[in-house]
Nanobody, 119 residues
Framework: QVQLVESGGGLVQTGGSLRLSCAAS????????MGWYRQAPGKQRELVAT????????NYLDSVKGRFTIARDNTKNTVSLQMNSLKPEDTAVYYC????????????WGQGTQVTVSS
């Protein structure tokens, strides 16, 4: 099993920045793609950003392109999400996600961290 623990959420004003971190532990060798999802009240969970195992390829939700940056440090087993120019519509619970490279249907989730952007 893999455990994911997020940190770094909080309250920020429009235009501000936050950095989310996710630390992985357990069977680290099983982790392949990692990413961040978010879920706002009354809405479905949506993919925000992903990064491959090597860190060589990233993918972003259109609405966060140019504002958010995902990064990965395999020496520390962490993935981060730098969020700049935050908007009220970015308000959501953000979840760290890791895909299991040995079992494509398996994935792991963190407990979530709240990000609130005030207008």
């Amino acid at each position: 099993q893999v455990q994911l623990v997020e940190s770094g959420g909080g309250l920020v004003q429009t235009g501000g920045s936050l950095r989310l971190s996710c630390a992985a532990s357990g069977l680290i060798f099983r982790i392949n793609v990692m990413g961040w999802y978010r879920q706002a009240p009354g809405k479905q969970r949506e993919l925000v950003a992903t990064i491959t195992r090597s860190g060589g390829s990233t993918n972003y939700l259109d609405s966060v392109k140019g504002r958010f940056t995902i990064a990965r440090d395999n020496t520390k087993n962490t993935v981060s999400l730098q969020m700049n120019s935050l908007k009220p519509e970015d308000t959501a619970v953000y979840y760290c996600n890791a895909k299991d490279g040995f079992s494509p249907r398996s994935e792991y989730w963190g407990q979530g961290t709240q990000v609130t952007v005030s207008s």
